[in-house]
């Protein structure tokens, strides 16, 4: 039956009916027609550079991939002339690309001139091929650009231009021998690209392409150039006397033998919370490459550097392969019987003899939510005690608190596309470039293409600060106070949404009169943001229709953080930026499964779903979902990570269970970390690898990372997604939810999971959040939003009809001004900020295993701003000593830079044992205990060395100079002498 958003079109005097306005290409694909292409790609849409998809319309030629399907479109493709300009358009692209499909290591079914050469059935190649006066540029570690190949199609410039918008690639076509450049003519790895590998992902040959492609990728590829060569060159010269048919019959034979090798399998990045999804093509345990699929709910064809490339962790040969026991201060390997008896006896003897509170685990907000969930299962149904965490503690928390508080769920109000549809973005704290780099490439592009603005607060100059419309470089720890002020503004100059706080939202009138200190007088003075860029940023946000409101780390590590997050939400409430698309406010979660770990119910107070523990019918319903006496689970909130802690300092907690977390490097004030650590009586670290934390351990369990195992993880916009298993776990290592299984069973609980979706579907059974998810409605590229209706129906967007409170209503909160904890003083004058870098993650226990992804970022530094530098003689390289009032970092070097002001200092987290933690102290937020990292005072000494090599390496990409264009402009083309559109021919196709 037709749909009303359908039409009818005659294509080749065949009626076709389809969706209307929908691409021409795509429309027909839909129909088993394959109009023949080689520029376009869905992700990118037209870009009309390689002149293979002509159509007759209305009598003219016209290219198909310019068009849109509507009611009443006529169109031709079997006409002569068109037949004619589509194979005169491949001949040209063949006359800029050296066919030798049998030996190229693209010849693996994704090669889309190939595969359109081969539907084509090009009899002969009219123009010889011509080779370029560029050479081959392999200087970058992970892919390489041949010239040669290069076809000219600009998708790669489209892409790096207009979708990650990163804005490094550009093609001149009005060059004598254009080509891609970098940076307007560096080599890639002295560019700046950020190697996110956009370029390579739709590139449509083997002009792009991955170096661990090669030179393995089929069964002739491997063979050494000085055979290669010859053989192409041969193939070449029998080509013209039997024709293109014969020849690319058997690249087609070769496509197919090389098809069982591979392995395809989809799977979910194991870094940040954007929840990227991509295929992973393995031979065996070799990752050929990482390849985004148009169909990825959360990114798309997009990937970052991470997510692409950073993968030689999985076959890292210290990966941790057998049960390590310590005995006598030393680890030996054991078999898992032997090992999983011992955790079992020990945790029952402390529970029997100290109590269940002496018992704290803290889950893995890298695994997944089902091993999350059976580590909450463990520590409540077995042990008995509500002292369950992950590492949000150390991040999220506080948004989540600021976000209950006043609309009631702790999760992102909307998805990226909400994002991407907001008039105005608000991103305070996040350097979300780096942090969250697809996102970050969302918003870039609705900046570039849509005219979004931008609005930035941070107290450090990075990427998107550069491109805000208005950026506000206040000083750290004073957010509360401008956002207020802002909130003031909004009631005091009628821009508040009075209909929609009437309609929808409580206290309004209490929060109101709580607003009376925060002038922009005030707000000025404390904040050091002049008034007029306060009123601005007022303005914008109060004027626009839909906003959407980014934070980060850069928010929640303070003293104060959940009430400055509450300030934020706030903000959103008054201007009525709640329940409609493109509104709303979105903590990035930061690490791939934060969310879903305390989704899942890794948190001292909450059940999965969020079910308070001390709510009794909760706790009724939890205990009957489980099979065990309801007194059996406590109803006294436990302890979180950042106080277990704490608590094994005193020695009032006996032992650690501790997942996935780098706890002795991540948590603050890491030498009482260390201290606590070695007071226990009993510590089980599961993990891949022997991490700092492993080392203080009793017994070590080796677990598999995402891409050895089944699962789930929720991003940061709290979507539900499947990933499966890429290849078998190393060793003897086992999957998370398979070693916590085994345990609950030496427990005396035996509960007979075969399967994760075994689990997923008991949680789903009892937590009304996420009644309707199911691997079968996740299966492929489906995702679920929670909550999550019985009948499957997610929840983009929250909100719609009312908020998560009784009534319905949300909540303005009032908020006092309060001063940070530690501030800077006479000896320790400076204020330490800190945060992640793009090229790694976390305590680089994963991007630190592989040599192409450390050469990026290979030495730790601080970042100093040019005014200190110059006041203190310091330069690039120079040695420094950074001492806080806990202790030292004692040998780092300096980068001068403009990212930071004045006394304000930048260290990254990843490098050091025991790195910036050796500086940060026990100070928290009260609220949620979320240590306050970014309030690190510290004093600076220059070192009485010789100077270093400046520790960013001289081709960083922030060394880069990019070269911003409109993406591929086929009219400078077009507009050559040389140029005539098929059918007609031309002398020299490899120029253009």
């Not at 970058?140 to 000219?152: A, S, V």
Request: aromatic share 8%.
């Amino acid at each position: 039956m037709k749909q009303t958003t359908d039409c009818t079109i005659s294509y080749d005097q065949k009626r076709l009916t389809g969706p209307r306005d929908a691409p021409l290409i795509d429309f027909l694909t839909e129909q088993g027609i394959d109009l023949p292409h080689v520029c376009y790609h869905p992700s990118l849409g037209p870009l009309e550079t390689c002149d293979t998809c002509w159509v007759e319309h209305n009598g003219e030629l016209v290219r198909g991939c310019t068009l849109r399907s509507e009611e009443g479109l006529e169109l031709r493709s079997d006409t002569d002339r068109a037949r004619a300009a589509r194979e005169e358009g491949m001949d040209r692209l063949l006359g800029k690309h050296e066919l030798y499909c049998t030996v190229c290591e693209h010849n693996t079914g994704d090669c889309t001139l190939h595969n359109t050469v081969a539907d084509m059935d090009i009899p002969i190649q009219r123009y010889a091929f011509t080779r370029k006066p560029h050479d081959k540029d392999t200087s970058g570690p992970f892919y390489t650009y041949d010239p040669d190949q290069c076809i000219l199609c600009g998708r790669c410039v489209e892409a790096c231009q207009n979708v990650e918008v990163n804005e490094t690639l550009s093609i001149d076509y009005s060059m004598e021998h254009p080509r891609v450049l970098w940076d307007g003519g560096r080599d890639i790895d002295d560019s700046s690209c950020v190697h996110c590998g956009h370029c390579v992902t739709v590139c449509p040959c083997n002009a792009l392409l991955e170096k661990t492609m090669q030179p393995d990728a089929g069964p002739l590829t491997a063979m050494p150039e000085k055979l290669k060569r010859p053989m192409i060159d041969m193939i070449k010269t029998v080509e013209e006397t039997i024709g293109a048919s014969p020849i690319t019959g058997i690249s087609m034979m070769d496509m197919a033998w090389r098809q069982p090798e591979i392995k395809r399998t989809k799977t979910v990045c194991t870094y940040c919370g954007v929840g990227c999804s991509f295929e992973m093509w393995t031979r065996d345990r070799h990752i050929l490459k990482v390849q985004p699929v148009a169909d990825a709910p959360a990114n798309g064809i997009s990937t970052c550097i991470k997510g692409r490339f950073a993968w030689d962790f999985v076959n890292d040969k210290h990966r941790l392969t057998m049960p390590l026991i310590r005995e006598n201060g030393k680890f030996r390997e054991a078999g898992w019987d032997e090992a999983l008896d011992l955790v079992a006896r020990r945790l029952l003897e402390i529970r029997k003899t100290h109590g269940p509170q002496s018992i704290g685990f803290i889950g893995s907000s890298k695994a997944s939510n089902e091993e999350a969930y059976l580590t909450q299962k463990i520590a409540r149904a077995i042990i008995g005690t509500n002292s369950v965490d992950n590492s949000s503690r150390y991040c999220q928390n506080p948004a989540t608190k600021g976000l209950m508080r006043t609309v009631g769920y702790g999760g992102d109000a909307g998805t990226i596309e909400d994002i991407q549809k907001a008039d105005v973005v608000v991103i305070v704290g996040s350097n979300t470039a780096e942090c969250h780099p697809v996102i970050a490439s969302k918003i870039k592009a609705a900046q570039k293409l849509h005219g979004q603005k931008l609005i930035v607060s941070d107290p450090r100059k990075h990427e998107m600060a550069d491109r805000a419309d208005i950026f506000l470089q206040g000083r750290i720890s004073t957010d509360l106070i401008w956002a207020s002020a802002l909130s003031r503004y909004m009631f005091d100059h009628d821009l508040a949404d009075t209909e929609f706080l009437e309609q929808h939202v409580n206290q309004v009138e209490e929060y109101r009169r709580s607003l009376a200190p925060f002038t922009l007088e005030y707000a000025e003075e404390m904040t050091g943001i002049p008034r007029q860029q306060l009123i601005d940023a007022a303005e914008m946000i109060g004027r626009a229709e839909r906003v959407c409101l980014l934070w980060a780390m850069g928010i929640t590590q303070h003293t104060h953080g959940s009430d400055t997050s509450t300030a934020l939400s706030n903000l959103l409430l008054v201007t009525g930026n709640y329940g409609r698309p493109g509104t709303g406010g979105y903590p990035m979660r930061g690490h791939n499964n934060v969310q879903g770990a305390s989704d899942f119910g890794c948190l001292r107070n909450f059940y999965p779903g969020y079910e308070l523990v001390t709510d009794d019918a909760a706790r009724e319903r939890w205990a009957r979902g489980w099979g065990v006496d309801k007194e059996q689970l406590s109803d006294q909130v436990g302890e979180g990570n950042f106080k277990m802690v704490q608590s094994a300092e005193s020695k009032d907690l006996k032992a650690m269970f501790i997942i996935g977390e780098e706890t002795a490097f991540a948590d603050a004030d890491a030498h009482n970390v260390h201290d606590a650590f070695t007071k226990l009586d009993f510590m089980v670290v599961q993990d891949i690898f022997l991490s700092r934390t492993a080392e203080f351990a009793d017994v070590v369990l080796p677990a598999c990372p995402s891409v050895e195992k089944e699962g789930t993880f929720v991003n940061t916009e709290r979507r539900i997604q499947r990933f499966y298993e890429v290849m078998p776990p190393l060793g003897d290592s086992r999957p998370d939810w398979r070693i916590l299984t085994d345990l609950a069973a030496r427990m005396g609980h035996d509960w007979g999971y075969t399967h994760p979706s075994d689990i997923m579907a008991e949680c789903a059974s009892i937590a009304p959040l996420f009644a309707g998810v199911s691997y079968e409605r996740l299966e492929g590229w489906n995702s679920q939003l929670w909550p999550v209706k019985a009948d499957g129906t997610s929840t983009p967007l929250l909100y719609t009809d009312g908020f998560n409170f009784e009534d319905k209503r949300a909540v303005l909160f009032p908020l006092e001004w309060q001063s940070p904890q530690e501030a800077e003083d006479d000896e320790f004058d400076l204020m330490l900020d800190n945060g992640r870098l793009l090229e790694h993650f976390q305590a680089t226990n994963q991007t630190g295993r592989g040599p192409r992804i450390w050469s990026q970022v290979p030495n730790w530094f601080v970042e100093v701003s040019p005014e200190l530098a110059g006041k203190r003689g310091i330069e690039d390289g120079t040695w420094v000593r950074l001492v806080s009032r806990r202790g030292e970092v004692e040998e780092i070097r300096a980068v001068v830079t403009d990212r930071v002001r004045g006394n304000n200092l930048f260290l990254p987290i990843h490098q050091g044992k025991p790195g910036v933690n050796g500086l940060t102290g026990e100070h928290h937020d009260p609220v949620v205990d979320t240590p306050a990292y970014k309030e690190t005072a510290v004093r600076l000494e220059v070192l009485p060395r010789e100077k270093g090599a400046p520790p960013l390496p001289h081709n960083n990409f922030r060394y880069g100079h990019p070269t911003p264009n409109e993406g591929p402009d086929p009219a400078v083309k077009w507009a050559r002498k040389d140029y005539v559109e098929p059918p007609e021919h031309i002398q020299h196709p490899e120029q253009m």
